[in-house]
């Protein structure tokens, strides 16, 4: 083992590298901060800056030496005072870079206790407890959940029309093999959904989270179900009415701008896509009551869910990353365990199948994010300019490392309530 801090001389950097000098407590932060990854086990970092090359880690890792390079020495202020999601601010105002961004963030991913003991340094207790303030004023009530979903979801068509597929279908692909194209392979995703919940013709499907309107039109078109869907987003409200019309599915899909606690009727199956991450924590018992009062007895719910290990859950749940400050507000990430338990805790629904697929949504950011930094000039003309590209490119690298080292995965589920069909 090879884990150490190996300085090189400044005439060593990059062309790339910081030229503004440091102060002294920027100075001092750079230490603290890279003895601190100097724990780095399962690789290494090599750090230039104005200072020089700081190697930090373990050499021989199995992930190797990915390098980061720092612009503005306050990237060690910004890492020291706010943990992961200063370092993630940090890169979207450009002070750092990293020639393979997914890497460095694998490496802080699987080396997991070396980036919390980073995270939770005195220095960046205030931004943390300030953190979780913001975070909870973000609860999923009713209104607030309309407040989260538009900061996310009711940003520009065109924006998102940058990076996912023609069937505007955000949320993990199912790929059948390496190089199917990603429509195709969202495609797959959709028709396993039906799958999972059985879908027959003239079933009666309620689902809950309508997105730009790709599962309806699947279920009802291809499936020949008679579908409600529901969605609090005004904007993806109005798409998918439109994308449904020109289907011509009107007689088969109902479109409601409902929150899911107001949505009434009974229903054969239900299908939620990557909408039970929306609700927070809190909620998720009402969820699942909800969705199980909303079925006839035998009915089958089919969820698509991003999950998290369940050794880490009650871990985040009490922190807040990257994703919750920036992407989207007043989410979580459920466990497996947290989902059955709630379910068997507060409705007669019954898991009787799950299927992890997490390398396909690594795969899935992988396309998303290779087709946004490909529209650079575009993404510049919807008036974001650079701050928006690094944005959201360090979300969907963020999002695959996650989903590469199995931190998080995403889980087909179906739930069965109990009583005759």
């Not at 039906?194 to 499907?205: A, K």
Request: hydrophobic share 40%; with cysteine.
């Amino acid at each position: 083992m090879n884990s150490s801090i190996l300085v090189s001389p400044r005439s060593a950097l990059p062309k790339r590298a910081a030229s503004r000098p440091a102060t002294g407590w920027q100075r001092f932060l750079r230490e603290r901060v890279l003895k601190r990854l100097a724990g780095l086990q399962s690789g290494a970092l090599a750090i230039s800056d104005s200072s020089g090359v700081a190697t930090v880690g373990n050499q021989d890792g199995v992930l190797g030496v990915p390098d980061l390079q720092i612009h503005d020495p306050s990237f060690f202020s910004a890492l020291a005072a706010s943990g992961a999601v200063g370092a993630g601010e940090a890169y979207v105002a450009g002070k750092w870079d990293a020639d393979d961004l997914v890497s460095v963030l694998r490496l802080m991913v699987r080396d997991r206790a070396v980036l919390l003991d980073v995270d939770r340094s005195l220095w960046s207790l205030p931004r943390r407890l300030l953190l979780r303030l913001g975070y909870r004023r973000r609860e999923n009530s009713r209104e607030g959940s309309r407040q989260n979903i538009a900061d996310h979801y009711d940003l520009s068509d065109d924006l998102f029309a940058k990076f996912l597929d023609p069937s505007m279908t955000y949320s993990s692909a199912w790929f059948e093999f390496p190089n199917q194209s990603l429509e195709a392979a969202q495609a797959e995703k959709l028709r396993r959904l039906c799958r999972l919940v059985d879908l027959s013709p003239g079933d009666r499907l309620l689902e809950i989270g309508t997105g730009w309107g790709s599962l309806a039109i699947a279920a009802a078109g291809n499936f020949g179900a008679h579908v409600t869907t529901t969605t609090i987003s005004s904007n993806q409200f109005q798409t998918a009415s439109g994308r449904v019309h020109e289907a011509g599915l009107g007689h088969r899909v109902k479109l409601l701008q409902e929150d899911y606690r107001d949505v009434e009727g009974t229903f054969d199956k239900l299908i939620s896509c990557e909408m039970i991450e929306a609700v927070g924590a809190r909620y998720l018992p009402e969820f699942l009551r909800r969705c199980a009062a909303r079925l006839k007895p035998g009915g089958i719910l089919g969820l698509q869910a991003i999950t998290i290990a369940d050794q880490h859950y009650e871990s985040a749940l009490r922190s807040v990353d990257y994703i919750k400050r920036h992407v989207f507000p007043g989410s979580f990430i459920p466990s497996v365990t947290a989902i059955t338990k709630a379910a068997s805790e507060h409705t007669d629904l019954r898991l009787v199948k799950m299927e992890d697929f997490g390398q396909h949504y690594a795969e899935t950011l992988k396309r998303w994010r290779q087709a946004w930094l490909s529209k650079r000039e575009q993404v510049a003309a919807l008036g974001g300019e650079n701050s928006l590209m690094r944005a959201w490119d360090f979300y969907f690298a963020y999002c695959e490392a996650g989903f590469r080292e199995r931190h998080i995965g995403v889980c087909h589920l179906r739930f069965e309530r109990t009583g005759s069909k």
